[in-house]
T-cell receptor, first 114, second 116 residues
Framework: KNQVEQSPQSLIILEGKNCTLQ??????????LRWYKQDTGRGPVSLTI?????NTKSNGRYTATLDADTKQSSLHITASQLSDSASYIC?????????????FGKGTSLLVTP | DAGITQSPRHKVTETGTPVTLRCHQT?????MYWYRQDPGHGLRLIHY???????DKGEVSDGYSVSRSKTEDFLLTLESATSSQTSVYFC???????????????FGPGTRLTVT
C-alpha cells in the first residue's frame, strides 16, 4: 500500500524562529509532491507542487525540497509568524492507469507562540 | 478557495436517516471530489467525478453515493447515516485531467457532520 509519512506529528515554536517539517513516501511511480496548509476549520490550501525534476520550490517564507532518490521532502518555514499556526499536509501523486492517485499524509500540526 | 461553497456547513442527524451534502463551484472545473477527514487519518477520497454524470469510487465509498447533473454541483448522499460517518467532509475541484499532471486542487470550507 502506498504510504506518506510525516514528522513530527506536532511542533511548537516561538514566533520568529525557523522550522522544518518532514515527509517520507513510498509511493510509486511518483508523479508530483505537494504541500498544503490547513488552518483550523478551513479547507487545505496549496503551498507548493513539485515534479520529479524539481529539487526546490518556494512560496514566500515557505520552501519545499524534494529528493526523489531517497523519497523525502521537507517544508522549511522561515521567520515564523503566528498565522503559520496550522496543519501542514504532504500529498504525493502517482501515475496510475486506474485513475485517481493522490496519497495524503496525516499532517504536522504547527503551533507558533508569541 | 476558487469559488467553492459547501452546504450545509454543520449538520447533526440521527442514525439511519439519509443525508445529502452539496458542493457548488463557480470555476467551471471538470473534476470534483469528495473527501472525509478524521483524526488520525489523512484525507480519504470517497467519490470523484470527471464530468457531468461521470463518477467513480474512491477508497472509502461504502455507504455513500454521489450525483453530478451539472458541472457546478456535486452531491454526496449518505444513504442511511451511521455513527462511523461522523466526520468533516471536504469537496475539492481541479480544472484539468488527474493523471500525472501538476494540477492545482482547490478545497471547499468543509461540512462538519455529526451522526447521533
Amino acid at each position: 500500500k502506498n504510504q506518506v509519512e510525516q514528522s513530527p506529528q506536532s511542533l511548537i515554536i516561538l514566533e520568529g524562529k525557523n522550522c522544518t517539517l518532514q515527509c517520507n513516501y513510498t509511493v510509486s511511480p511518483f508523479s508530483n509532491l505537494r504541500w498544503y496548509k490547513q488552518d483550523t476549520g478551513r479547507g487545505p490550501v496549496s503551498l507548493t507542487i513539485m515534479t520529479f525534476s524539481e529539487n526546490t520550490k518556494s512560496n514566500g517564507r515557505y520552501t519545499a525540497t524534494l529528493d526523489a532518490d531517497t523519497k523525502q521532502s521537507s517544508l522549511h518555514i522561515t521567520a515564523s509568524q503566528l498565522s503559520d499556526s496550522a496543519s501542514y499536509i504532504c500529498v504525493v501523486s502517482v501515475n496510475s492507469n486506474s485513475g485517481y492517485a493522490l496519497n495524503f499524509g496525516k499532517g504536522t500540526s504547527l503551533l507558533v507562540t508569541p | 478557495d476558487a469559488g467553492i461553497t459547501q452546504s450545509p456547513r454543520h449538520k447533526v442527524t440521527e442514525t439511519g436517516t439519509p443525508v445529502t451534502l452539496r458542493c457548488h463551484q463557480t470555476e467551471n472545473h471538470r473534476y470534483m471530489y469528495w473527501y472525509r477527514q478524521d483524526p488520525g487519518h489523512g484525507l480519504r477520497l470517497i467519490h470523484y467525478s470527471y464530468g457531468v454524470k461521470d463518477t467513480d469510487k474512491g477508497e472509502v465509498s461504502d455507504g455513500y453515493s454521489v450525483s453530478r447533473s451539472k458541472t457546478e454541483d456535486f452531491l454526496l448522499t449518505l444513504e442511511s447515516a451511521t455513527s462511523s460517518q461522523t466526520s468533516v467532509y471536504f469537496c475539492a475541484t481541479t480544472r484539468t485531467e488527474i493523471l500525472g499532471a501538476s494540477y492545482e486542487q482547490y478545497f471547499g470550507p468543509g461540512t462538519r457532520l455529526t451522526v447521533t
